[in-house]
């Protein structure tokens, strides 16, 4: 036995020629479905399910469990509506509130999630391959877990609070969520000279997830040619590495404060020659984007001396 959940479909649901007077219906694993819509503008529906999940371009089926959920997307005569809605889960908690989620694509991609009365969406950077939907009561409301697999291979998680409303607790897209007693582990591969992983701790505080900790891996430590140390540099100051910034220079450099030397920066500027030791470091004011050239001196694997060369 299967439970169908109807989407405020506006129209008349039949299941084997029987009409469905609420909001769910149980099915046999075979079954026939038609929709009748109010608005002639709409087209009917007509679909046989065989027991396994079937898409079809006027409605989408998403097997929940043993359960079908299903998502009524009429197609308009000159609307195409089968990529905008195509991953669908509900959560029913034993006597507490009900929650849907979708995943859309419409000008960007979307995960909304609702209530009868309630609505939020999250914007993700990427369609979603594969989502995980959890409920935790705690005092005080619900917490629900979004954990999303994105076609790009990365991972997003959201996290909300719900009592009489939604509240967004963390919204983060990342290379790797472990979930541990004492919080979140959140991994982030660095495309930088080093190959850098940077690993934060999150833990829930009661009304949001805070920063605990964050430190840098690096598992493919060798000794790099005296050109790549200036660059080793720059992203250990950028990604807030202090302790393999302090590794590339010589002794009389341990106690600078680069962030005095090279000032807010927004990252390195690789459109221009490339020149050996020299880099361009590329800034924003009121006035728009600008460089500063900085020339780095460099001995026996390490940064001995940094000179600003040009504005």
Avoid: W
């Amino acid at each position: 036995m299967a439970k169908l959940y109807f989407d405020n479909p506006q129209g008349i649901i039949l299941i084997d020629g029987v009409k469905c007077n609420d909001s769910i219906a149980f099915v046999d694993g075979n079954f026939c479905l038609q929709y009748a819509p109010y608005d002639d503008s709409y087209l009917p529906i007509i679909l046989a399910v065989d027991g396994k999940c079937k898409v079809r371009d006027d409605v989408i089926f998403i097997r929940h469990g043993k359960d079908y959920i299903v998502r009524f997307c009429p197609t308009k005569k000159s609307c195409d509506c089968q990529n905008q809605i195509y991953i669908q889960k509900v959560l029913e908690p034993q006597g507490a509130t009900a929650h849907c989620l979708t995943c859309h694509i419409e000008d960007d991609c979307k995960i909304s999630v609702e209530t009868q009365n309630e609505l939020i969406s999250l914007t993700t950077p990427c369609k979603v391959a594969d989502v995980k939907f959890s409920c935790i009561p705690i005092t005080g409301g619900q917490l629900l877990s979004i954990l999303a697999d994105l076609e790009n291979g990365k991972k997003y998680m959201g996290v909300l609070h719900y009592k009489d409303d939604y509240t967004l607790l963390l919204d983060i897209c990342c290379d790797e969520i472990i979930a541990e007693e004492d919080g979140l582990r959140v991994c982030d591969h660095l495309c930088d000279t080093l190959n850098r992983k940077c690993v934060r701790k999150l833990s829930f505080c009661g009304d949001c997830f805070a920063e605990q900790s964050r430190h840098f891996e690096n598992h493919c430590r060798h000794y790099y040619i005296d050109e790549i140390l200036p660059y080793a540099l720059i992203e250990s100051v950028c990604y807030g590495d202090d302790e393999r910034a302090e590794d590339c220079l010589c002794s009389s450099l341990k106690n600078c404060d680069l962030k005095d030397i090279f000032g807010d920066f927004i990252g390195i500027c690789d459109c221009l020659e490339y020149k050996p030791f020299e880099i361009p470091l590329l800034y924003s004011d009121c006035n728009g984007l600008y460089t500063k050239t900085f020339k780095f001196e460099v001995n026996l694997g390490k940064i001995q001396k940094i000179k600003l060369t040009q504005i």
